[in-house]
């Protein structure tokens, strides 16, 4: 079974301040794929990255980056210099590969406050 | 990306009554199309996954009578909430996967009330 564990449940910071959401994952799969996702308060789900399992490059888009570990199963998102428009909550999900299997685990969540 | 539809956005209805949501996939043929739940402050939960022209799967625990889906075409997939109460109260959002994809894509989600 796939199982997502986002450990942090509320992180508050003052803007400007560099975060790091953490997401562990598990899976028996050799083949997958890593995301996160942006929930702001009106509900709908942000798409912001998708990894698969055979690229273990780190990411960097603006301020956002994501650093991948598949020794420690371990998919972790980097905001910098945070902004009060970050302020969300914020998914990890794990999917198999391809149809079927693209159904989404997801992890609980970290709510982020980003305080001015 | 692909662009996925649903609708409504919200929608409040009263204890009893029967709520259809609709999941589209504009531009791209779905053949596999997923429906999660969120409950508040909760994470999103599959409720079940559906293949054009066949029986949904559902997860355990998600009553199949109450929560009809049917995926009758490529581009549409709908979720009828049965004689809802109050407790069916909460966010509900598809996805889509086509063959052309490597990931599904998600709709806008709807917000259920039941009062």
């Known amino acids: 079974a796939q199982k997502v564990t986002q450990a942090q449940t509320e992180i508050s910071v003052v803007e400007k301040e560099d975060v790091t959401l953490d997401c562990v994952y598990e899976?028996?799969?050799?083949?997958?794929?890593l995301f996160w996702y942006k929930q702001p308060p009106s509900g709908e789900l942000v798409f912001l990255i998708r990894r698969n399992s055979f690229d273990e490059q780190n990411e960097i888009s603006g301020r956002y980056s994501w650093n991948f570990q598949k020794s420690t199963s371990s998919f972790n998102f980097t905001i910098t210099a945070s902004q009060v428009v970050d302020s969300a909550v914020y998914f990890c999900a794990l999917s198999g590969a391809t149809g079927a299997n693209s159904k989404l685990t997801f992890g609980k969540g970290i709510t982020l406050s980003v305080r001015p | 990306g692909a662009v996925v539809s649903q609708h409504p956005s919200r929608v409040i209805c009263k204890s009893g009554t029967s709520v259809k949501i609709e999941c589209r996939s504009l531009d791209f043929q779905a053949t596999t199309m997923f429906w999660y739940r969120q409950f508040p402050k909760q994470s999103l939960m599959l409720m079940a996954t559906s293949n054009e022209g066949s029986k949904a799967t559902y997860e355990q625990g998600v009553e199949k009578d109450k929560f009809l889906i049917n995926h009758a075409s490529l581009t549409l997939s709908t979720l009828t909430v049965t004689s809802a109460h109050p407790e069916d109260s909460s966010f509900y959002i598809c996805?889509?996967?086509?063959?052309?994809?490597?990931?599904?894509?998600f709709g806008q989600g709807t917000r259920l009330t039941v009062v």
């Open positions: 996805s889509a996967w086509g063959l052309e994809y490597t990931e599904a894509f």
């Open positions: 899976t028996r799969d050799t083949t997958y794929y």
